[in-house]
C-alpha cells in the first residue's frame, strides 16, 4: 500500500477523511499487527486491505495485483481466494454445519463437490474441529466458533489471513488457544498474516507491529515473534 486515503462524504461541506496517506508494505510469510484505539482508522484499514472498500486516493497491490485497476467481479474472486477472513462475530451461516460452513468459500470458488468435502475435512481435523464437524453454530462454544473460521480461511489456500479482532469475544484462555492456532498457521504453513486488535500484548507476540493512531501509522516496532530481518 502507498499513500492510501479514504474520505467520506467527498466534495460535500461535512467531507471527511479517516486515512491520511497510509504507507504498509507486509512481506509473504509475515505475521503483523496493526493496533489502535477505537477511531483510529482500523476497520477503515481493515476493509481496504480486505478489498472490501477501495481507497479514494493511493495504490494497494495484492499478490501481485493492483486493486485500484480490478473490476467488481474480479475484486469478488480476490476476496474469495486470495482472502481469508476471521472476525471478531465468526459470521458462521446457522443452521448450517461447521463442514457446510467451511466448504461456503470454495462453493463459490467452483471446487467440485467431493473436493470441496475432502478439503473441509481435512482443515476441520487440522484445527481440532474434527469431531465437531456436523454440529451448527449454536452448537459451538466461542472458541469452536472462531476455530471453524479459521478453517473457513484457510480452505482456498489465500495469500493473506486477515484477522480482525479474533479474540476479541473470548475469554482470555479462549484467547490463547485461538492465537496459538494462528501461530501455528504462520509457522507450519507460512501463511501471511495481519492481526488488528486493540490488545497491546497479543500483537506483542507478532513479528511486526504497527500502531495507528488518527489514520496515520505513527510507529512500528518489532515483536517478540521477529526474526531475521526484514
Not at 465437531?132 to 473460521?149: C, D, F, I, T, Y
Not at 479474533?166 to 479462549?174: F, N, Q, R
Request: glycine residues 10%; aromatic residues 6%.
Amino acid at each position: 500500500m502507498h499513500g492510501i486515503r479514504k474520505s467520506y462524504y467527498i466534495g460535500q461541506p461535512n467531507e471527511l477523511e479517516i486515512l491520511h496517506g497510509i504507507d504498509l508494505q507486509v512481506y509473504p510469510g509475515e505475521f503483523v499487527a496493526i493496533v489502535g484505539e477505537s477511531g483510529s482508522g482500523k476497520s477503515t484499514l481493515m476493509n481496504i486491505i480486505g478489498v472490501l472498500d477501495k481507497p479514494t486516493r493511493g495504490s494497494y497491490v495484492l499478490d501481485g495485483v493492483n486493486i485500484h485497476d480490478a473490476k467488481d467481479n474480479q475484486l469478488a474472486a480476490i476476496r474469495n481466494r486470495k482472502i481469508g477472513f476471521v472476525f471478531q462475530t465468526y459470521n458462521l451461516i446457522g443452521r448450517q454445519s461447521a463442514l457446510k460452513n467451511v466448504e461456503l468459500p470454495m462453493l463459490y470458488a467452483g471446487v467440485p463437490g467431493g473436493e470441496r468435502v475432502r478439503r473441509a475435512k481435512d482443515w476441520l481435523n487440522r484445527v481440532g474441529m474434527g469431531d465437531r464437524m456436523r454440529h451448527q453454530p449454536n452448537e459451538l462454544s466461542g472458541g469452536q466458533k472462531q476455530r471453524v473460521a479459521i478453517a473457513r480461511a484457510m480452505v482456498n489456500n489465500p495469500a493473506l489471513i486477515l484477522a480482525d479482532e479474533p479474540t476479541g469475544a473470548l475469554d482470555s484462555e479462549t484467547s490463547r488457544v485461538v492465537m496459538d492456532l494462528f501461530h501455528e498457521m504462520h509457522r507450519r504453513y507460512h501463511k501471511t498474516i495481519v492481526l488488528i486488535t486493540h490488545n497491546p500484548t497479543l500483537a506483542r507476540e507478532c513479528e511486526r507491529v504497527l500502531t495507528l493512531k488518527d489514520g496515520r501509522i505513527v510507529a512500528e516496532q518489532r515483536g517478540e515473534g521477529a526474526h531475521g530481518t526484514f
